[in-house]
């Protein structure tokens, strides 16, 4: 979570003319969209390392409710997606395309909200600061942070059941920081190391050593381990890879240097039990580029079989931020260009 980054004169004017218009009914939202063409600010460059940029939207809404979106997951059909918001809601809909396959906009955009283990909702943070998700067969898991846990959702059926499980996080809670508790949880394949497994990684409660605290929940690489942390890059959110990778997303914001992200890429050899996770850097910006508060992140086989990722940000519900959902293709390197980089 993060307080109050700067946006640009366009942002706020394109944010005060959804804010004057007319509320909706509740549970339906509509969301306008202003098509982002370019990742770095005034430059037509596409290629950033191993990814493409595809295009991305800074999305407004007259619904009070729709902002500080924590996280998303897209379904099967790449196109329906599930989000959580940190005051305590759901958010679905899909994704709209142009003639060129390009990001458009949203539609069919609800937003309910999300019920604890005793069939109440509250709208605010503390109770229900929902800061991660993850599709998990027919279960949703959430993550909290605050009243740090992670609770299980029927899939279909989450938008009005209460939790119905939670699974047990093997950290004392007193050990995790409020504000800085799990926001990336995600479920690994089926036939990778993991076996199906579920990762949690905190965003900044550290151990002795200065690394934040993860943990694999469930399957048969059960365990503690914990995350790699530089500065003030802390994780926000994450998703396998078909491999068995992870894609970390990474949010940093200070007063000397402004607000930054980037991706890590985490083999899958280096997630297990009792050891500390790192990986290449596959992507960093700053305010030059096309970013703010950037705290969801999924991946997913696009039809052609490449690999695409989208991540999202978080506008706290402030002037001041942005509402942002950008498109990347990861570009994996040829058995050919492997050889001669070797060489």
Do not use: C
């Amino acid at each position: 979570m993060l307080r109050k980054p700067f946006a640009s004169l366009m942002s706020i004017a394109f944010g005060l003319a959804a804010l004057m218009s007319s509320a909706l009914a509740e549970g339906d939202v509509e969301v306008r969209s202003r098509v982002i063409t370019e990742f770095k600010i005034g430059s037509d460059e596409i290629k950033f390392g191993s990814l493409e940029f595809l295009g991305g939207l800074e999305m407004v809404s007259p619904q009070r409710l729709f902002g500080s979106l924590s996280s998303i997951r897209f379904r099967s059909d790449k196109t329906h997606f599930v989000g959580v918001l940190d005051t305590g809601h759901w958010m679905t809909g899909h994704i709209e395309r142009d003639p060129q396959g390009r990001l458009s906009g949203l539609a069919e955009v609800a937003i309910t909200p999300i019920k604890n283990r005793v069939g109440r909702s509250f709208e605010g943070k503390g109770y229900m600061d929902a800061e991660g998700l993850t599709l998990h067969g027919d279960r949703i898991l959430v993550s909290f942070e605050q009243d740090h846990r992670v609770d299980v959702y029927p899939d279909p059926g989450f938008e009005t059941s209460r939790a119905i499980d939670a699974l047990p996080i093997p950290f004392p809670k007193k050990s995790l920081r409020g504000n800085r508790g799990f926001e990336t949880i995600a479920v690994a394949p089926v036939d990778s190391v993991l076996k199906g497994g579920t990762l949690i990684v905190a965003e900044r409660s550290l151990d002795a050593d200065g690394n934040a605290y993860a943990a694999i929940l469930d399957g048969p690489q059960k365990g503690r381990l914990s995350l790699a942390h530089y500065g003030d890059f802390d994780a926000t959110d994450g998703a396998f890879l078909p491999n068995g990778d992870l894609l970390l997303l990474e949010r940093r914001f200070n007063m000397a240097e402004g607000i930054g992200m980037r991706i890590r890429r985490i083999k899958a050899v280096d997630i297990r039990p009792s050891v500390v996770m790192d990986g290449e850097i596959l992507l960093q910006g700053d305010f030059s580029y096309q970013i703010d508060n950037m705290e969801g992140l999924d991946a997913f086989a696009a039809e052609d079989g490449t690999t695409h990722v989208v991540i999202v940000s978080d506008d706290n519900h402030s002037i001041l931020q942005r509402n942002l959902m950008l498109e990347f293709r990861l570009v994996e390197p040829r058995a050919g260009d492997t050889a001669r980089l070797q060489n």
